[in-house]
């Protein structure tokens, strides 16, 4: 069974910063792009970024770009999103998702995605 597990999530101040780890296991590691998904209440889950496995390419939403940074250890199976500068609005539960395929790792959406991980709060505060 595919299964994803992320965690890293914490309460932290703005300017501050968080590391979020996805550790998958269950399907070919390198085959997989991974994304991280935020939401909030009342709003839909948005993707954040995302990593293709097979080379290590990642995909950042406009407010993550220079912020944001995602990697892959495909040895460990752990894909991370190191999240610098945190702001408040970068608050949201954060969920890790793995599709197999690389056409899916651009400007990635909900549907695309199946599987999924259990969500990690993070609060930025003001």
């Known amino acids: 069974d595919v299964q994803l597990q992320a965690s890293g999530g914490g309460l932290v101040q703005t300017g501050g910063s968080l590391r979020l780890s996805c550790a998958a296991s269950?399907?070919?590691?390198?085959?997989?792009?991974i994304g991280w998904f935020r939401q909030v209440p009342g709003s839909e889950r948005e993707g954040v970024s995302s990593i293709w496995t097979g080379d290590g390419f990642a995909w950042y939403q406009d407010s993550a770009k220079g912020r944001f940074t995602m990697s892959s250890d495909n040895a460990k199976g752990t894909v991370y999103l190191q999240m610098n500068s945190l702001k408040p609005e970068d608050t949201g539960v954060y969920y890790c998702?793995?599709?197999?395929?690389?056409?899916?790792?651009?400007?990635?959406?909900?549907?695309?995605?199946?599987?999924w991980g259990q969500g990690t709060l993070v609060t930025v505060s003001s």
């Open positions: 269950g399907f070919s590691f390198g085959d997989y792009c």
């Open positions: 998702a793995a599709e197999r395929g690389s056409q899916y790792c651009d400007n990635i959406l909900v549907p695309n995605f199946s599987y």
